[in-house]
Nanobody
Framework: QVQLVESGGGLVQAGGSLRLSCAAS????????MGWFRQAPGKEREFVAA????????YYADSVKGRFTISRDNAKNTAYLQMNSLKPEDTAVYYC??????????????????WGQGTQVTVSS
């Protein structure tokens, strides 16, 4: 079992930055690929970014490429999402996810094994 807790959300103005953190506990953190998803009001869950177990591979949604960066620190059992140049359309609840298979994070039909509780990100215009 893996427990995930997100933090770092908040209210920022367009063009600003936020850094989300996902602290993991339970099984060995390095055994899981990590990902970030978001869900805006009235919208379906949307993939944002994913990173492989040891961090050599990353994958981003086209909507955030060049603005967001996913990273991880296995020694701290933590994954991060650095969000720069934020836009109002980035407003959503952001969820951290973990899965032994990265394809379960990046595939449109994939279903990650573990989810965090979510953290609200609001970008004002």
């Amino acid at each position: 079992q893996v427990q995930l807790v997100e933090s770092g959300g908040g209210l920022v103005q367009a063009g600003g930055s936020l850094r989300l953190s996902c602290a993991a506990s339970g099984r060995t953190f390095s055994s899981y690929a990590m990902g970030w998803f978001r869900q805006a009001p009235g919208k379906e869950r949307e993939f944002v970014a994913a990173i492989s177990k040891s961090g050599p591979s990353t994958y981003y949604a086209d909507s955030v490429k060049g603005r967001f960066t996913i990273s991880r620190d296995n020694a701290k059992n933590t994954a991060y999402l650095q969000m720069n140049s934020l836009k109002p359309e980035d407003t959503a609840v952001y969820y951290c996810a973990a899965d032994p298979q990265m394809i379960d994070l990046t595939s449109t039909r994939g279903r990650p094994d573990y989810w965090g509780q979510g953290t609200q990100v609001t970008v004002s215009s």
